[in-house]
């Protein structure tokens, strides 16, 4: 079992029959996986997704960061494949960080921020994401020139103050950190100068499952999570950027069309379905067994309790 599912086992004990796996870090295998989840279409993927963790073949874990994950990849690889070349190996270029986020939130229609303008932005859109950084971070053209190289998400060894972020960076690799780990959820490290590994940034997000869809806006230190991070982090250094916001819907994430906002919406409510037949209106859970003395179930499930 742990071969086919490629992944390696850590711990075994034979008296309890208790073991332990990890699924290390496969770039080439994530970059296959993109191509395969873009060809049959981000809605059959989560279709799949949903059917596999009502059949408990898969574990549903954290929902919200399992959301989170899926929404960032999808704006990865679009921004990615902005040219939409039918090339296996199209998701692996690097991307810039302003070019990230303006796919992940929405740009301007037009004086939109880019490189050649220094990431000036002078749109009319409210919720910018380029101007609410550019307001809360001094020299933000340094960040939003910067690239990102991430394809998949690997948790570290330790906590977050003790792990480097080089090797992830090399590895196409962004973190998602370990429980209790205060604040934050996943860590993608932004590559200031491609010549020189020394300059590293990065994209911090948290992730709350709430579905109460808002506008994206920057909030203050005082009111947001950060800082718990350290009691260093004040509004006055200008060195970190907070977007905020709240819900699954496109009008937030404009990747998310074409009802693919809904689809992630069901994910978040579906749970496992003990009894699951191919039509789900004849799927029978087991907290209604003990309701019935006589309960029909499906043919393919059993004849009768």
């Not at 990890?22 to 809605?43: F, K």
């Not at 950190?177 to 940034?201: A, G, T, Y």
């Not at 990065?202 to 203050?220: C, E, G, N, T």
Request: proline fraction near 3%; glycine fraction near 4%; charged fraction near 25%.
């Amino acid at each position: 079992m742990v071969a086919r599912n490629m992944a390696v086992s850590v711990y075994v004990t034979n008296k309890k029959d208790i073991f332990e796996i990890n699924y290390p870090s496969e770039p080439v295998i994530a970059e296959a996986s993109a191509y395969l989840m873009n060809s049959i279409g981000h809605h059959r993927m989560v279709d799949i997704l949903i059917d596999c963790l009502e059949s408990s073949l898969i574990s549903k874990g954290e929902k919200g960061e399992t959301i989170s994950k899926l929404i960032l990849l999808f704006a990865k690889d679009k921004a990615a494949n902005k040219d939409q070349v039918q090339d296996p190996l199209k998701f692996l270029d690097i991307t810039r960080v302003g070019e990230f986020l303006q796919t992940l939130y929405g740009k301007c229609e037009e004086k939109r921020g880019s490189v050649e303008n220094d990431w000036l932005c002078s749109g009319k859109k409210k919720h910018c994401c380029i101007k609410m950084i550019n307001e809360q971070i001094k020299n933000a053209s340094i960040l939003l020139n910067g690239f990102i190289n991430f394809n998949h998400f690997v948790p570290p060894k330790y906590f977050m103050s003790n792990t480097l972020l080089v090797p992830a960076l090399k590895r196409r690799a962004a973190y998602q950190c370990k429980q209790n780990e205060k604040s934050i959820d996943f860590i993608n490290p932004v590559c200031i100068n491609k010549e020189n590994l020394d300059l590293i940034r990065a994209l911090i997000v948290q992730v709350k499952l709430y579905h109460d869809p808002s506008k994206p806006r920057h909030k203050s230190y005082v009111e947001y999570a950060f800082k718990e991070m350290s009691k260093d982090f004040t509004g006055q250094k200008g060195f970190l950027a907070i977007i905020s916001s709240q819900g699954i819907s496109q009008n937030i994430f404009p990747i998310l069309n074409s009802g693919l906002d809904v689809k992630l919406v069901s994910f978040s409510q579906a749970n496992e379905k003990i009894f699951k037949s191919n039509q789900d209106s004849d799927n029978i859970k087991l907290s209604h067994l003990g309701q019935f003395t006589n309960i029909q179930l499906n043919q393919q499930n059993c004849d009768n309790s």
